[in-house]
């Protein structure tokens, strides 16, 4: 397979799980965060640093509406609910454990 064969195929499979989660809504971020160890936050900001690295400036706002579908503001205000003490503490150990992996690297 060809290099720009497989850059089109992992194009192709961001566009998805975007859509993926943005169909999602009532999957929570803080519940990604805590089973997954990443969240629709964590692809926004790798969206805009990435850009950044091909020479792209892309500002907070447009990577959130690129990953969200919306406005962030609007996003959190229509879907997001408070978490409970359980979704933090899930989250905290797997924050824990990205540090432990970026600290192997």
């Not at 929570?28 to 790798?46: A, P, V």
């Not at 792209?56 to 706002?61: A, F, L, M, R």
């Not at 978490?83 to 432990?100: F, W």
């Amino acid at each position: 397979m060809t290099d720009e064969k497989t850059t089109e195929i992992e194009a192709a499979v961001f566009r998805r799980l975007i859509q993926h989660f943005q169909e999602r809504t009532d999957v929570q971020n803080i519940d990604l965060m805590g089973y997954s160890g990443f969240c629709r936050n964590c692809l926004y900001k790798w969206y805009a640093e990435e850009a950044g690295e091909l020479g792209v400036e892309v500002s907070k706002e447009e990577a959130q509406e690129r990953i969200y579908g919306m406005p962030y503001a609007d996003y959190k205000e229509k879907y997001q609910t408070p978490a409970t003490d359980e979704q933090l503490r899930r989250m905290e150990i797997s924050v824990a454990k990205n540090k432990l992996a970026k600290a192997k690297d």
